[in-house]
């Protein structure tokens, strides 16, 4: 490792499982303090240990990030122990799959208030602290259900469209603060949300087949493949990249 997120202090929401728990070692590995934001019920202190226990500093804060009161919390927290975010990834987030006219309300606004309220209160309650610090990143996980409508997931293409454009402008409005924001944009993840979304719609009769992934991009996308990919933008390397789009997909969306 090269040190690429040395003096950061870095927040990952949903770090505990999947691809943040990936984003959570690697971020660590790369010289930065790491606070790990996710719920109660994820594995709560073990992945902070682990961290600690290699050497980084670490720390688990639990919260869920629909929640105003818990999020102030928690990045609180993060602050008081570690200094000013400067390295933020929006990760938490959940899946919803079904028939459009069978989803109810209920399933409707959680899903928003997980995937599209939880990045606008962990982002306001940062970025006041990263702006003081002088800048510097922030990554939001969409998807290529933002951009490429799946049949069986209205829902959930909606949520990650939001996601999208808050990122964009959020650069733009942020751009004269030393603020990044960019979007990184899975295809298909081996991790267990990833199975169950393949689960789920094939049940649904949508064709996710071995061969159908194989036309689409490929194989299952690596939990790490999206860590590393938040990682570059969160970094210097990526110090003249904002409002954009990274697409972790192996051109499903080239198709």
Excluded at 96 to 120: H, K, Q, S, Y
């Amino acid at each position: 490792m090269t040190g690429r997120l040395e003096g950061r202090t870095a927040l990952i929401t949903g770090g505990a499982g999947g691809c943040g728990l990936e984003a959570s070692r690697l971020f660590a590995a790369e010289c930065a303090r790491v606070g790990i934001l996710d719920l109660h019920s994820s594995d709560d202190e073990a992945v902070a240990a682990e961290l600690t226990a290699d050497g980084h500093e670490a720390v688990f804060v639990p919260a869920d990030v629909s929640s105003p009161d818990q999020v102030r919390s928690a990045v609180l927290r993060v602050e008081e122990r570690m200094g000013p975010i400067t390295a933020l990834m929006n990760h938490a987030g959940i899946l919803a799959a079904g028939p459009f006219l069978e989803m109810d309300v209920e399933e409707w606004e959680r899903l928003m208030a997980i995937n599209v309220r939880g990045m606008f209160l962990v982002t306001q309650a940062v970025l006041p602290g990263m702006i003081a610090a002088g800048g510097v990143s922030i990554v939001c996980t969409s998807s290529i259900s933002a951009v490429a409508g799946t049949p069986m997931e209205v829902a959930y293409c909606t949520s990650k469209g939001a996601v999208h454009m808050f990122a964009r402008a959020l650069a733009v409005e942020f751009r004269d603060q030393a603020i990044r924001s960019n979007a990184v944009c899975p295809g298909f993840i081996a991790t267990d949300h990833g199975r169950r979304e393949v689960d789920i719609l094939a049940r649904h009769g949508v064709d996710v087949s071995d061969e159908a992934m194989q036309a689409t991009q490929g194989r299952m996308c690596r939990p790490d493949e999206v860590a590393k990919a938040a990682l570059f933008l969160l970094s210097d390397d990526a110090s003249f990249v904002s409002g954009t789009r990274l697409f972790v997909d192996n051109g499903y969306t080239a198709l």
